[in-house]
């Protein structure tokens, strides 16, 4: 049996949550279990539990983004979550950004296939993107790195009272009080942990919210970003 056929059949509550774009879900579903696995962008164990686990686990995070916003994710990886993201919510425009080539020429194809024409795929580092993209008002992240760490990297992709929304798992509370003097530096004015998905997911998915004041990433990327701004300038 191969790993496509593995893929166990959608769930009702996948029907109920993807809406008219269910049949793209589906799609993405069986490309993950085929392709993703075949070029080592998930595990074969996690075939079976692709709906719960990741394509469900990562559309609910839809419940806690506001309408119309721009979003990046960071270290998109194979898609998650901003692809399920992107099938939920039409109305945002959503950038997937990822280092590795061959990770960004599968999400490529994954657009094109669906038709996500509100979605954009950038190769690169979100360290080295401060002035290459404009400031977005959500950045998302799933299973990318320590919240410390993960902040300092998607923070300063920010607009000023912008918010970073990452899937964490039952040490969010932990992470958060673990990176407290951290984000403090990064211009983070508030942090909460909320729970989403009831009735969809179970266990519900955990949500870190990251909330940036006027200057996201604090004074140590106050410069930085002048210089972005004014190198921008030039260009035009």
Not at 158 to 187: F, H, N, V
Request: net charge neutral.
């Amino acid at each position: 049996m191969s790993e496509a056929e593995e893929l166990p059949p959608a769930p009702q509550e996948a029907q109920t949550v993807f809406g008219e774009f269910f049949p793209e879900a589906v799609r993405y579903a069986e490309l993950l279990a085929d392709a993703g696995v075949k070029r080592g962008l998930i595990g074969p164990r996690e075939v079976p539990r692709l709906w719960e686990r990741h394509l469900l686990n990562c559309a609910v995070l839809s419940e806690v983004v506001p309408e119309g916003v721009t979003v990046c994710d960071v270290g998109s990886g194979a898609g998650l979550p901003g692809i399920p993201l992107a099938l939920v919510r039409p109305d945002l425009k959503i950038t997937l950004l990822e280092p590795l080539l061959r990770r960004t020429n599968f999400l490529q194809e994954i657009v094109e296939l669906l038709g996500l024409d509100h979605v954009t795929v950038v190769r690169g580092r979100a360290e080295e993107m401060l002035g290459k993209l404009p400031p977005v008002h959500v950045v998302t992240a799933r299973a990318v790195a320590p919240l410390d760490r993960l902040a300092g990297w998607g923070v300063p992709l920010l607009r000023p009272y912008g918010e970073m929304l990452a899937l964490k798992g039952d040490t969010a509370e932990e992470e958060i009080q673990g990176a407290r003097a951290a984000l403090s530096k990064l211009g983070v004015v508030r942090t909460s942990v909320l729970q989403v998905g009831e009735g969809i997911v179970d266990p519900m998915s955990t949500v870190v919210r990251v909330e940036v004041g006027e200057s996201p990433g604090g004074v140590r990327f106050a410069a930085k970003r002048a210089k972005a701004a004014r190198t921008s300038r030039r260009r035009r």
